[in-house]
Nanobody, 116 residues
Framework: QVQLVESGGGLVQPGGSLRLSCAAS????????MGWYRQTPGNERAMVAE???????IYANSVKGRFTISRDDVKSTVYLQMNNLKPEDTAVYYC??????????WGQGTQVTVAS
């Protein structure tokens, strides 16, 4: 049974930083693509960043230069370091895993709110 558990969300002021974590279990972590997605009310879930088994990364244009995704295969954990946060980064952030192009599993989500 695959389980993805996010942590690290919260309230932060514009320009601040947060680090999200996602601990995975029940999967061959080293062999999957891990990603972070976010969703705001009335909108579809959108990719923020992904990292594959070779540690190659991709980012949404809106977060390039501010967010960094990383993974620790020993701890089966993926991270999202978010710097210089903006109000438009406010969303529920979800961790996801996939082997093919289709998402295999989702975490429960963690709220990130950027406000003064």
């Amino acid at each position: 049974q695959v389980q993805l558990v996010e942590s690290g969300g919260g309230l932060v002021q514009p320009g601040g930083s947060l680090r999200l974590s996602c601990a995975a279990s029940g999967i061959d972590f080293r062999g999957v693509v891990m990603g972070w997605y976010r969703q705001t009310p009335g909108n579809e879930r959108a990719m923020v960043a992904e990292i594959d088994s070779g540690f190659h990364t991709i980012y949404a244009n809106s977060v390039k230069g501010r967010f960094t995704i990383s993974r620790d295969d020993v701890k089966s954990t993926v991270y999202l370091q978010m710097n210089n946060l903006k109000p438009e980064d406010t969303a529920v952030y979800y961790c996801a895993s996939r082997v093919t192009l289709e998402i295999q599993s989702w975490g429960q989500g963690t709220q990130v709110t950027v406000a003064s």
